[in-house]
């Protein structure tokens, strides 16, 4: 009795300082900046539809460009992946570099070399996600990525943490076993 109480208190007190670790630690990466793009590519002027504002305050018409007009891969696979410098280029190669950011995006253009643009959203390793399944269910990519037709920089606005993912197959009848998801 005189070992065990001491050893459950120890017992108490680990979960309790393993849950406020946890929460500080996705605190944290939650509001962490994540890091400077090589280019400030701003979602809004392409995606959105509206009128919106350069970085050097100029207001012009919003593109209304389709996601997959960039994110070419995200209906057919796993990936949505980032679009090539080719996409970029079709239109940027015509327009003038105005801003200080179309320059920096003209220097990459010039000299034919691909944007190190830095990931912002990930799953661990023992994580699947597939982006193709849930566009062919009809999952708008709002309900994982926020509206992005109107944000000049990505963040993130979810932690893909297992509970957003169970709740909404729960709330879908998508399937919820283990091996669904980790495998
Ligand atoms: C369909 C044509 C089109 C495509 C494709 C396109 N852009 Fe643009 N982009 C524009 C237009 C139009 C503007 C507004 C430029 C202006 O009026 O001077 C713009 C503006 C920008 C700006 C200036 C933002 C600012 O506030 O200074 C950046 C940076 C930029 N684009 C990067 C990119 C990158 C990177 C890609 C490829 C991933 C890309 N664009 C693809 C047409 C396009
Ligand atoms: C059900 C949730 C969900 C939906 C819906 C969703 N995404 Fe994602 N997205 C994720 C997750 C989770 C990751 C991180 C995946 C990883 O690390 O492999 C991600 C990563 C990404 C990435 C960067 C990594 C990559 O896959 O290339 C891009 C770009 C992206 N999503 C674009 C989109 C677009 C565009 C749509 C809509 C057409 C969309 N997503 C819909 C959950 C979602
Ligand atoms: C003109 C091209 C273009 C269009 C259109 C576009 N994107 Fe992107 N997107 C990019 C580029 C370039 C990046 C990487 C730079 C960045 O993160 O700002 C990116 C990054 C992202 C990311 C973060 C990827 C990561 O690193 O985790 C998400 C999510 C995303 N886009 C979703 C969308 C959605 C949803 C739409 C449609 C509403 C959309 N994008 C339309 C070019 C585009
Ligand atoms: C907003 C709702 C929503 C969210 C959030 C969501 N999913 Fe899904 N998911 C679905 C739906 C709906 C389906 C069923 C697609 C179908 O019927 O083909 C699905 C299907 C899947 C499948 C394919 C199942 C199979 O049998 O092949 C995997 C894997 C998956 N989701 C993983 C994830 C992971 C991992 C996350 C979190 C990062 C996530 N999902 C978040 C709605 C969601
Ligand atoms: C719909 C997708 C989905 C299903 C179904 C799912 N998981 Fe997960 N699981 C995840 C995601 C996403 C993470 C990563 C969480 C993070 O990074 O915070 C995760 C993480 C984990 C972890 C690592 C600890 C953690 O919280 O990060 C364990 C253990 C785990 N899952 C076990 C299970 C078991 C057991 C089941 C079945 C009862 C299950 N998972 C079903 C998506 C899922």
Known sequence: ??????????????????????????????EKPLGEQP??????????????????????????????????YVEKSRFATVPPMQVCKNCHQN???????????KVYLDNNEAIPWVKIHNVPKHVYFSHKRHI???????????DM???????????????????CHRANNAPQDCWTCHH
């Open 1 to 30: 009795m005189r070992i065990i109480f001491p050893l459950a208190l120890v017992a108490v007190f680990g979960i309790f300082a393993l849950v406020i670790v946890g929460f500080a630690y996705n605190w944290v990466s939650f």
């Open 39 to 72: 280019v400030a590519f701003p979602h809004d002027i392409h995606a959105g539809s509206g009128l919106g504002y350069l970085s050097d305050g100029t207001q012009v018409g919003q593109l209304n460009l389709p996601c997959v007009q960039c994110h070419l």
């Open 95 to 105: 327009l003038p570099a105005r801003t200080s950011e179309q320059q920096k995006l």
């Open 136 to 146: 062919k269910a009809g999952v708008p990519c709002e309900s994982c990525h926020g």
């Open 149 to 167: 037709t109107v944000v000049k920089t990505v963040t993130r606005v979810r932690s893909f943490e297992m509970g957003f993912c169970v709740s």
